[in-house]
């Protein structure tokens, strides 16, 4: 009964399957517009944000822990010092993001029926620092010593054998913060998912409030007149770097081929690697000929397609789609936003082009080692 | 009795003695205009305005993220300043000056309240900046200060990067290996990345395993010892310079753009 259960899991945690739900889903969960609203609604998935849905969330974690902690092959990942960071991630996320959810439906309801939001007080009604705030402060840094102090006692600091630059561990891996950018570097090269993209993301995240020209929704929580930001945001955090980094954590074994949580990390585990380019499909398969031995001929389609996607495509969205958003937003901030929304959307639709065509690269050009 | 009545509390008398009066000026902080004045005297407190809006000192609104991320800055400064005097980065004695300190120094959780420190810091700047994002509080007037933050939490992860290979064991060196090797293919200024080749004159490549971006971070074509040393000034003096400067700029404008968001 446990060992069919350990094994649907570890069937549903493979990332095609579980990466699938959780993009599918979250529109649902987070619903960007009042289509996904009604279904949100209709569906019951707003009970996640109920006190229902806290308790509810926090035993599926926890119960994930407890059978983990008490299976032989869960147990040795889970129980690395140095990944205990990670299952408090999962707790303080789950929860702070639930927290803020739960008082941000609060305020929507408030919102709708005209009332000013809970975090509301008269302006000339304020407290004093010394000692409202002082204390709390105090409090608060007290409690955060006391656990500090207590998981330093009850948990050694994780020391393996001394560096020896001839043995290489398998897998290797980065501290648990990065792991995100590791597991990109399954569908990017290094100079996109390490260098390039890592500095999208800090750029991208400091452009956020410039491209966000909504001007509600600030020094409150509240979801619904920001839905369309927060859905971003929140798939770009929850989904594309903190799964990630929980996949990369639990789930990457040796070679880093994926395991499911109740899975044995066989280092002898053979996973195919028959991965096509685009100018070889295009090239060999469909024209039937040899490689054209012009560099750039040869991945002419991949930059086509690239220019495509990322020249063509906003241009296409500004006429139709999105028109009455351009003119809102005007060019610039069109032109950045689209620049990191396409960059952030490409690592989705390369892992899906991997998994559904095996495809490599869409451009590969390894004498220039520009590979994308 | 009337005597009785008309003697000065300790606290009172406390509050009027020469020593108190020129360190806190206002007395002992009772009366409101007291306490006020006690927050504007001094430099700590004074980050602070000294009224804040009823939300502002609730948990629920705050999570008291920001507040724990810098207390962590401070308890990690204080206690890595404790294992400096221990620890000596060179490969031959890191690691053993790390077993060292587990073995041989009395009550010594200093490298694990560093370690897991550093690991909560981590979090909790993530927390933080959840919260202000959840909050809208980077919206206009505080995209400048948002923008700090996004920087401040890269140097928060950077920080942890090079004080993760401070130990000197597997652990250690790998994941930096791990993370490093990114540099190798860094566009232009790494030797494997796209356009490194064509910063060349005629045959020679100025761009090589011996001159490129990543070669400047190990101080060498592996890591090792130069490595150490390197991420040793970064983690104990480069970067926590460059944390300073920009938290003092961050504290300052959270003032200046009109103190904690809240509703209007």
């Given at each position: 009964?446990?060992?069919?259960?350990?094994?649907?899991?570890?069937?549903?945690?493979?990332?095609?399957?579980?990466?699938?739900?959780?993009?599918?889903?979250?529109?649902?969960?987070f619903p960007p517009s009042d289509w996904f609203e009604k279904v949100h609604r209709k569906l019951g998935i707003w009970r996640l944000w109920t006190k229902p849905g806290f308790y509810g969330g926090m035993i599926a974690i926890t119960g994930f822990f407890v059978i983990g902690y008490f299976d032989p092959n869960f147990h040795i990942t889970l129980t690395k010092a140095d990944n205990f960071p990670i299952v408090l991630m999962v707790y303080s996320m789950?929860?702070?993001?639930?927290?803020?959810?739960?008082?941000?439906?609060?305020?929507?309801?408030?919102?709708?029926?005209?009332?000013?939001?809970?975090?509301?007080?008269?302006?000339?009604?304020k407290v004093l620092v010394w000692p409202d705030l002082v204390y709390i402060e105090f409090i608060a840094l007290i409690l955060f010593m006391v656990f500090l102090i207590v998981w330093s006692i009850l948990v050694a600091a994780p020391l393996e054998e001394p560096a020896n630059p001839a043995s290489t561990p398998n897998p290797s891996k980065a501290p648990w913060y990065f792991l995100g950018l590791q597991e990109m570097l399954v569908y990017f090269d290094p100079w996109i998912a390490?260098?390039?993209?890592?500095?999208?993301?800090?750029?991208?995240?400091?452009?956020?409030?410039?491209?966000?020209?909504?001007?509600?929704?600030?020094?409150?929580?509240?979801?619904?007149e920001r839905r369309i930001g927060m859905f971003i945001f929140m798939y770009g955090w929850l989904v594309l770097w903190l799964f990630l980094i929980v996949i990369g954590t639990f789930f990457r074994g040796p070679n880093w081929n994926f395991f499911g949580p109740f899975e044995f990390w066989d280092p002898h585990k053979v996973v195919p690697l028959n991965n096509v380019n685009l100018s070889e499909y295009v090239w060999v398969k469909l024209l039937g000929q040899g490689m054209p031995a012009n560099i750039l001929l040869r991945e002419s389609i991949g930059f086509l397609a690239l220019v495509g996607y990322m020249g063509f495509l906003p241009i296409l969205l500004a006429k139709t789609w999105l028109k009455n958003y351009f003119q809102e937003i005007g060019p610039v901030r069109y032109t950045f936003l689209m620049m990191f929304g396409l960059s952030m959307l490409a690592l989705p639709i390369k892992?899906?082009?991997?998994?559904?065509?095996?495809?490599?690269y869409i451009i590969a050009i390894p004498e220039w080692f520009f590979n994308i | 009795m009337e005597k009785n009545k008309n003697k000065k509390s300790f606290l009172e008398r406390m509050g009027e003695s020469q020593v108190w009066k020129s360190i806190i000026r206002s007395g002992v902080p009772r009366s409101r205009r007291q306490r006020m004045q006690a927050v504007l005297g001094s430099v700590f407190l004074h980050l602070h305005p000294a009224r804040l809006p009823k939300h502002a000192v609730k948990v629920g609104y705050t999570w008291c993220m920001g507040g724990l991320s810098f207390f962590l800055f401070v308890v990690l400064t204080i206690t890595g300043i404790l294992l400096m005097f221990y620890y000596r980065p060179t490969v031959e004695y890191a690691y053993t000056d790390i077993i060292d300190m587990a073995e041989q120094v009395p009550l010594g959780i200093m490298r694990e309240l560093h370690r897991w420190g550093a690991h909560a810091m981590v979090l909790t700047v993530w927390l933080h900046m959840l919260r202000v994002f959840m909050t809208g509080s980077y919206k206009p007037p505080r995209e400048f200060n948002w923008g700090v933050g996004v920087l401040l939490m890269t140097l928060t992860m950077f920080l942890s990067f090079t004080g993760y290979l401070l130990p000197w064991d597997q652990l250690a060196i790998w994941a930096i290996t791990v993370g490093t090797n990114m540099a190798r293919a860094h566009p232009f200024i790494g030797h494997e990345g796209p356009g490194a080749s064509l910063l060349a004159i005629g045959d020679i490549n100025l761009v090589h395993a011996g001159s490129d971006v990543r070669f400047a971070l190990l101080g060498g074509r592996f890591v090792g010892e130069a490595s150490l040393l390197r991420f040793?000034?970064?983690?104990?003096?480069?970067?926590?310079?460059?944390?300073?400067?920009?938290m003092a700029v961050h504290f300052w404008r959270i003032r200046k753009d009109g103190g904690i968001s809240g509703p209007l």
């Open positions: 009964m446990l060992q069919t259960f350990k094994d649907i899991i570890d069937i549903l945690s493979v990332p095609t399957i579980s990466f699938t739900f959780l993009t599918v889903a979250f529109p649902f969960i789950f929860i702070t993001i639930w927290w803020s959810m739960y008082q941000a439906y609060e305020n929507d309801a408030r919102l709708e029926k005209g009332l000013k939001p809970m975090e509301y007080n008269d302006p000339d009604d390490g260098i390039v993209f890592p500095m999208f993301i800090i750029i991208g995240m400091m452009a956020i409030p410039y491209m966000d020209v909504n001007k509600k929704g600030d020094g409150y929580y509240s979801f619904k892992m899906y082009m991997r998994w559904l065509f095996n495809l490599k | 040793y000034v970064l983690h104990c003096i480069g970067v926590p310079f460059i944390v300073m400067i920009l």
